[in-house]
């Protein structure tokens, strides 16, 4: 089971290896600041945490050249059991972007999977070598639920601005709640947790495909987790701080991180369907709250981007939206900035008008995902203007109107889905 | 006199039915051919569909995109229907050919092997042609979508400049390889080609250099001067 990815010298390494409990993936490259920190801090949780179990840190690092794999094994000593992986970084991982920053992501974790399998882990923590918030709690608030509650995946849950993760909060999370039924954070990257059943039934036993390699392994397990039905928690982790890295083109996450959403849209057709409404998952730790603070934001570039969209793109725009929707965002471009609203009700239509498109491949699917980033702009335009007066708590309360309509306006989605596929 | 007369009448009317008794056979092989043309070519076209519709060919086009782009180029139809047709009228043709050149006329004498000789250039010449519009359209629209989300005022000018350039390299292309006045086609094409880039440059140069100047200095300020910490995952 998946055993083909792992490389040559770890199958050796784990040919008479003694088996773990708990296996502490570390994912980096060129961490050699905060990576040291992260995994002492984990070891250090763990031994607290579950002073019985024996525990593995695994470092899988993408080929650093500031020599990060030595420096986290010199700060963990003799006295913690640890490995050194390189994993290869191939194809489409080079296109790959995410805020670990760590290429080949998708083929760490499935070499993570596949020693935690081979070893008999009961649980497997997956975390990001450049985060600088990571604390000895994590291990006890991501793993505890996979050891002591029979839980599958712990999926992580930060404490955010208001602006931050906009993608993420009028998008990504709405739309995988709507179709799912699960009210998960939709947080890509940080730290997981996944148990062994999970794994063995799931992360190495899925559909392998080019478009996962594409798309980002976050996403594709994040949303297997609440397609497949099996029980996930979710970790108030408080803050991530991490050591920033080149996230590229606005345009090109868009297109990663919805096209993942969309491409598994296809894949679980069946299973969300027939979902209406949504449950929250359980959660340990305490609840991330949306923080006060706004960050620079400039509305005007953003209004400035969906104008020329609505100008340039028209022609695409008006092949991927249905007459309805179309109509309406044309008369979106006639007001001010200061004045500019794109209606919550309009931008689902939106969304779920791409969703129909990228599954009825109406255009080449990456130009129509890249299409989708002006009006994500129009939106979050609005959506700054609309709120930025506002404190927190109201924010918050706007972002879950928008994921109710998201829940409301589903079979809008789903009548057209079943209609295109007759 | 009479007998003359009747014999000329009789010779001429002989002639005549010879030359009609020969010819009737040419003109049932041309009435032939173009039924056989007819026939064999839906048989061909039947063939050639259910054979690239079991290859799945509809279904991986419309995967890899080609689908939307042959739309955009014009052709409405999948491509199994596009080839089926395209086959048709090659084999259709063809017959024309050979029972035309069964009529053994002097006009059209050596018409077929002529025909037979021309037409890999044809083919090719088509395949270049379907192929330099459907890269028109997608480079044309990659740039349209990279320059807009770039925010780049003149977005639409660019990707219509790559559409314009690729499709003039394509009728240079298709030009040439159809042999028709290769030593005109390459001239034109690098006249109007060196002509454009020419024209652009001393456009930029001598009537557009405040405005290159203006958004120059507009992208350089906006990156320098108003940074944007907004993290959208």
């Known amino acids: ?33 905060t990576s040291p ?14 002073p019985q179990r024996r525990t593995l840190i695994v470092n899988c690092d993408a080929g650093s050249q500031d020599g990060t794999p030595q420096a986290i094994e010199q700060r963990l000593g003799a006295v913690t059991r640890f490995w050194t992986i390189r994993h290869p970084v191939v194809g489409a991982s080079f296109k790959l972007m995410s805020e670990s920053g ?15 399998d081979k070893l008999n882990a009961t649980a497997c923590l997956v975390v990001d070598g450049n985060l600088k918030s990571v604390e000895s709690t994590w291990p006890q608030l991501l793993v505890e639920p996979v050891l002591d509650k029979d839980v599958d995946c712990v999926l992580p849950w930060f404490r955010r601005n208001r602006y931050e993760g906009t993608l993420t909060n009028t998008l990504l999370a709405p739309l995988t709640r709507a179709l799912y039924g699960k009210r998960i954070p939709y947080h890509l990257g940080g730290a997981y947790a996944f148990s062994r059943r999970f794994i063995r039934s799931m992360l190495l036993t ?9 798309y980002g392994i976050d996403g594709w397990f994040t949303t297997m987790a609440v397609a497949q039905q099996v029980e996930v928690y979710r970790a108030g982790l408080g803050q991530r701080l991490h050591q920033a890295k080149p996230m590229g083109e606005l345009s090109t996450v868009v297109a990663q991180a919805v096209g993942c959403v969309f491409h598994l849209m296809e894949r679980y057709q069946e299973k969300w369907e027939s979902v209406r409404g949504s449950v929250a998952v359980p959660t340990v730790g305490t609840p991330a709250e949306l923080g006060g603070e706004t960050g620079s934001v400039n509305v005007q570039r953003m209004v400035g ?14 092949v991927i939206l249905s007459a309805e929707t179309f109509q309406q965002v044309l008369e979106l471009g006639v007001e001010e900035t200061d004045h500019f609203r794109f209606p919550s009700g309009l931008w689902v239509q939106v969304v ?17 995902l890249k299409a989708l980033t002006p009006l ?8 700054v203007i609309g709120t930025r007066a506002q404190d927190a708590e109201l924010v918050e309360q706007e972002i879950e109107r928008l994921a109710d309509l998201f829940e409301t306006m589903k079979p809008y989605l789903v009548q057209r889905w079943r209609w295109h596929d007759e | 006199m009479n007998d003359i007369w009747a014999e000329a009448m009789v010779e001429a009317f002989r002639d005549m039915m010879k030359h009609v008794a020969l010819f009737f056979p040419k003109l049932l092989a041309l009435v032939s051919f173009i039924v056989l043309g007819v026939v064999i070519g839906h048989a061909v076209k039947a063939v050639l569909q259910r054979l690239l519709k079991a290859l799945r060919i509809d279904v991986l086009s419309e995967r890899w995109g080609l689908q939307a782009a042959l739309v955009k180029a014009g052709f409405k139809q999948p491509p199994s229907q596009i080839v089926g047709r395209l086959a048709f009228w090659i084999v259709f043709v063809i017959f024309l050919f050979m029972g035309v050149d069964a009529l053994d006329l002097p006009a059209t004498t050596g018409m077929m092997s002529q025909l037979l000789g021309f037409l890999p250039s044809v083919v090719a010449a088509g395949l270049l042609l379907l192929v330099g519009v459907l890269l028109a359209n997608f480079f044309a629209e990659t740039t349209l979508i990279a320059t807009v989300n770039a925010q780049i005022q003149e977005a639409r000018v660019i990707a219509n400049l790559v559409r314009w350039g690729i499709l003039l390299l394509t009728a240079a292309m298709v030009l040439t390889q159809l042999g028709i006045a290769k030593e005109i086609v390459i001239a034109a094409f690098s006249i109007i080609f060196g002509g454009v880039v020419l024209a652009l440059s001393i456009a930029l140069g001598l009537g557009g250099r405040n405005i290159a100047r203006d958004a120059l200095e507009r992208r350089w300020r906006k990156t320098k001067e108003e940074p944007d910490d907004m993290a959208h995952l």
Not at chain 1, 5 to 30: H, K, M, Q
Not at chain 1, 37 to 46: K, N
Not at chain 1, 103 to 113: D, F, K, S, W, Y
Not at chain 1, 305 to 318: E, I, N, T
């Open chain 1, 305 to 318: 981007g969906f104008l020329q969209g609505l100008r340039d793109l028209l022609p695409l725009w008006q």
């Open chain 1, 37 to 50: 920190g992260v995994a002492h801090d984990l070891a250090e949780g763990c031994a607290r945490s579950f």
């Open chain 1, 206 to 214: 899925q559909p392998w495909d080019e478009e996962i390699a594409q």
């Open chain 1, 102 to 116: 760590v290429p080949g992501r998708e083929q760490a974790v499935r070499i993570l999977a596949s020693v935690a």
């Open chain 1, 376 to 383: 994500y702009l129009g939106y979050t335009a609005s959506f």
């Open chain 1, 352 to 368: 779920y008008d791409f969703a129909l498109a990228y599954h009825d491949r109406l255009l080449h699917r990456e130009h129509l």
């Open chain 1, 1 to 33: 089971m998946g055993e083909w990815c792992v490389p040559e010298t770890v199958r050796e390494r784990l040919d008479g290896s003694e088996p773990a409990d708990i296996l502490v993936g570390l994912l980096t490259f060129n961490d050699k600041i």
